[in-house]
């Protein structure tokens, strides 16, 4: 009995491994695969503890704040309240998940590594089987499951350009995916998966994922001697590869560059649109996923829903908003272990550089930051609340 309980739950973890790349496939309104899954996991779980579930209070608190200020703003600003139910629906799903999944003492953080070590190798084995096909027999092979329909239809299309994405929608996200895991390989000494890991996120040709590659060891090893080893090892493999790819590295170059860095919509391209922003929004913001509606409100004939998420958290939130993530952030910060602070500085690094507000990314990431916490470490549960009769 013991034995296939053990099982049952290596197998939990599996899923979860998996979660980030069944969530880009559809499967109800509200819920994708991978999260559907994770819903699944949580409710066996609360019935299994005769429906008692213990709950981060300090990610329910802020969500439900934001939840709370969305449909306000929503129900003022807009004259169609479809979108808003819509959008705080996903921030309610994304609320459950994140404040289970990120319970201190919910989820073990070696059998995590372990069944997110297995599928980063099964993923950076499959980005090279992509690359070796594209650019040596001129073969474009996608990493969409067939049979399942993805969520962005454009999803996967980067291979068609030479950027292999293994089984996720582009470059960076792969790399966002192993980045986790390849600190922890680091700091466990297993230095074999973090040179994989580290060769796929090259392979990739992802600049930010190689850049938060390389930052990772610096972070980890600040304070010891031996980060000049590391910064040599990873410095010779970076120039060995620059120089039978001067095309490859030419474009680092230029996505570095201080023009490039002004307009990118992923760092700071979208500061301009805040001309369009009264006092209202500045306080309040304009809704999750309203900016291009607030923006051809406002004559305004071209605009995304996107920018990096600091900023798109004001778009979304307002400053009120805003200083609830601050909040969040700091309290992170402060209950994860001195050994473990990498996968906060992972976090702060990809919310400044992609847009992950309530998806699979950012759920992926909290998991991994509060799985390391002090208060994980020891089972404690001083940020929790523990709930009884609710499903």
């Not at 590295?249 to 570095?256: I, P, Q």
Request: net charge positive; aromatic share 14%; proline share 3%.
């Amino acid at each position: 009995m013991k034995l296939q309980t053990e099982k049952i739950s290596d197998f939990k973890y599996i899923l979860i491994a998996l979660f980030p790349i069944l969530s880009l496939y559809e499967f109800l309104p509200l819920f994708d695969i991978g999260n559907f899954i994770l819903m699944a996991i949580i409710t066996s779980g609360v019935i299994k503890r005769n429906l008692v579930i213990r709950i981060n209070i300090e990610i329910l608190v802020t969500m439900l704040i934001l939840i709370i200020l969305n449909l306000i703003v929503g129900a003022l600003k807009y004259p169609d309240i479809t979108n808003t139910i819509n959008n705080s629906g996903g921030m309610l799903v994304f609320m459950i998940l994140a404040s289970v999944l990120c319970c201190p003492g919910y989820l073990d953080k070696e059998k995590l590594y372990r069944a997110c070590g297995l599928v980063a190798l099964i993923a950076t084995a499959f980005l090279l089987y992509q690359a070796i096909a594209y650019n040596i027999f001129d073969v474009i092979i996608r990493g969409n499951i067939p049979f399942l329909r993805a969520i962005e239809l454009s999803g996967f299309e980067s291979i068609e350009y030479g950027r292999p994405t293994s089984f996720f929608y582009e470059p960076a996200h792969y790399c966002i995916y192993v980045a986790p895991i390849y600190a922890m390989a680091i700091i466990k000494k297993d230095y074999w998966l973090a040179m994989v890991l580290f060769a796929g996120g090259v392979l990739s040709t992802s600049t930010t994922g190689i850049i938060l590659l390389l930052i990772i060891p610096v972070i980890i090893n600040i304070k010891k001697a031996k980060i000049l080893v590391y910064m040599i090892v990873f410095s010779i493999m970076g120039i060995a590869l620059f120089v039978y790819l001067p095309d490859l590295f030419r474009e680092y170059l230029s996505k570095l560059s201080l023009p490039s860095l002004v307009e990118n919509i992923r760092i700071l391209g979208t500061l301009s649109l805040f001309q369009y922003f009264s006092l209202p929004e500045w306080i309040f913001g304009v809704g999750i996923n309203r900016l291009a509606e607030f923006l051809y409100m406002n004559g305004e004939t071209y605009g995304r829903n996107y920018a990096n998420s600091f900023i798109f958290q004001v778009f979304s939130f307002g400053l009120l908003g805003s200083i609830l993530w601050v909040n969040l952030f700091v309290m992170m910060y402060r209950k994860i272990s001195s050994n473990y602070r990498v996968m906060w500085y992972i976090l702060m690094f990809v919310l400044v550089s992609d847009q992950i507000l309530f998806n699979r990314n950012l759920l992926y990431l909290l998991i991994w930051v509060y799985i390391v916490s002090r208060e994980s470490e020891l089972h404690v549960y001083e940020s929790s609340v523990m709930l009884k009769g609710v499903v």
